[in-house]
């Protein structure tokens, strides 16, 4: 670049000396010094590289567009679970897998819609469609297909300490469409495999409980080891818990409400549940209670979280309206409603940040700060947007929002806006590794920030689509954005 500058600097110091054609000679000069400072500025501000873009659609072997998950396993390859059948992308090879051979049998099993893809801690790849669940030991595929689960799909697994993987099954039937019933209802039941046998626990843990329509359909609500190696499995009817030989039910007898929501287990291991009609938490061999009685300002909670000073926060509801936050400690607990948090949204999401705690909500940002005060984000510290998307932070500690006309950096107690205010709605926003953030869009394409610098993919430079779903990196840094059209990957810079 130093070698540019001097050009400029002689460039600019040339003198036009009086001749023939003089104004040839000027008109020539001025367009030499206006191309040596465009290569200043190309030098200066270098333009940032639009990544290759690969399309994947039905035409090159997606089983589907109608994408149902997605994973990138230890070894790197990208699984694509569609509405028909699993794709697998390993380096440069595609391959398109919409039905697996039966071990036992020899007959071809057809997939269908793929619910989950799993990892277990020995690299084997667990699908599961309803009624199936199969099994990729990385040499070949085992089919796992009997009458006992019938109707029923694996809508979670979980491997714990010894390596046992436990699977969720579960039953939904929707009649709230017929004006005779008007209700639905879930069903649930465990197995176990632990490399040998399965076993099943329909007598032990299976159940059947009403559905209400709130939030999505599932039975088991959580599910957790604690350091003796106990299993807690927290459901719509209730807690239990696996010692490795027997099962222990706990109801409304012991918790403040069987209709466990969400489980948790704090850094001191004991075990917490959000339920319909409070908190119920282990001291010892006894369960505690937490109810509006004893300040929660709200009716039922629906999750809980733990901060890096080891404080709990609850989030709570009345009937379907949010309610608040509260803040557990030292077995005291202390409300924060919209008045004190001065959102009157539900609050999605918190940050802890060097010992605060940034509120996220679709009409705003707040921040509880060390002494125990509520700030509300406005004008004055840089944000005056009517919505707010999304909110992320990365392994530097930087904190990143998206509004419905801008994107923001937190410095310093305020917000920088890095980009003109422009209407777009952010369905989706990753941060990698590299530090860029990723944004995608409903009828925008992908947006790309970095140190800086914007990179934006729309059809017109190659996108499949400009409404982007998901967005998730794989191993080699490329970046895959879903669509409703296929998918495509955006090449690592």
């Known amino acids: 670049m130093n070698s540019i500058v001097n050009l400029f600097r002689t460039v600019s110091s040339l003198r036009i000396m009086p001749a023939f054609g003089i104004s040839h000679t000027f008109k020539w000069l001025r367009r030499v010094r206006y191309l040596v400072f465009c290569l200043l500025i190309l030098a200066i501000f270098p333009a940032h590289a639009i990544g290759q873009v690969k399309n994947i659609t039905k035409d090159e072997g997606l089983t589907s567009i109608t994408v149902t998950c997605t994973y990138v396993d230890s070894k790197g390859i990208v699984w694509i679970g569609t509405n028909d059948g699993l794709n697998a992308y390993a380096g440069s090879k ?28 020995k690299s084997r790849i667990w699908v599961s469609v309803i009624d199936k669940i199969f099994l990729y030991n990385r040499d070949y595929w085992i089919v796992f297909a009997e009458t006992e689960i019938e109707n029923f799909t694996a809508m979670d697994f979980y491997e714990d300490s010894r390596g046992w993987v436990w699977v969720m099954l579960e039953y939904f039937k929707n009649f709230s469409d017929i004006s005779e019933i008007k209700f ?4 649930g039941t465990v197995e176990m495999y632990n490399d040998i046998n399965w076993y099943k626990f329909n007598e032990d ?32 009817k209730g807690i239990y818990k696996f010692d490795g030989v027997d099962w222990i039910y706990y109801d409304e007898k012991d918790i403040v409400s069987r209709k466990v929501l969400e489980l948790m287990i704090d850094k001191e291991g004991r075990v917490w549940a959000a339920t319909e009609y409070g908190i119920s938490y282990q001291q010892g061999d006894k369960w505690l209670d937490l109810t509006k009685k004893q300040g929660l300002c709200g009716a039922t909670v629906y999750d809980l979280e733990q901060d890096p000073d080891g404080r709990i926060w609850a989030y709570t509801r009345n009937n379907l309206r949010f309610s608040g936050l509260n803040l ?12 004190k948090t001065h959102l009157k949204g539900t609050i999605e999401k918190l940050l802890w940040n060097n010992g605060d705690v940034i509120a996220f909500a679709s009409d705003g940002i707040s921040l509880y700060d060390k002494s125990g005060s509520w700030k509300h984000f406005g004008k004055s510290e840089g944000l005056k947007d009517a919505k707010y998307y999304q909110i992320a932070k990365d392994k530097s500690g930087n904190i ?14 305020s917000w920088l806006s890095l980009k003109e205010p422009e209407e777009w709605k952010v369905l989706n926003m990753l941060v990698v590794g590299n530090g860029a953030v990723w944004m995608g869009t409903d ?22 689509d400009n409404e982007v779903n998901d967005i998730f990196e794989d191993t080699k840094g490329n970046i895959w954005a879903v669509t409703k059209k296929g998918i495509s990957i955006i090449s690592g810079e």
């Open 443 to 464: 009828k925008k394409g992908l947006y790309k920030y970095q140190e800086g610098s914007w990179t934006h993919y729309t059809t017109a430079n190659g996108l499949i």
């Open 400 to 413: 990143w929002l998206v509004s419905n006309k801008s994107f923001y950096q937190y410095l310093d107690g």
């Open 94 to 121: 595609w391959y398109s897998i919409t039905s697996i051979e039966d071990t036992k049998t020899g007959k071809p099993e057809i997939l269908g819609r793929i619910e989950t893809i799993f990892e277990d801690s």
């Open 205 to 236: 843990v299976a159940g059947t409980a009403g559905y209400s329509g709130r939030g999505i359909p599932r039975y088991y609500t959580g599910i957790l080891q604690d350091k003796e190696e106990n299993l807690w499995l927290g459901s719509l």
């Open 184 to 187: 639905s209802f879930l069903s």
């Open 328 to 339: 557990i400690e030292n077995g005291r607990c202390i409300a924060f409603d919209k008045h």
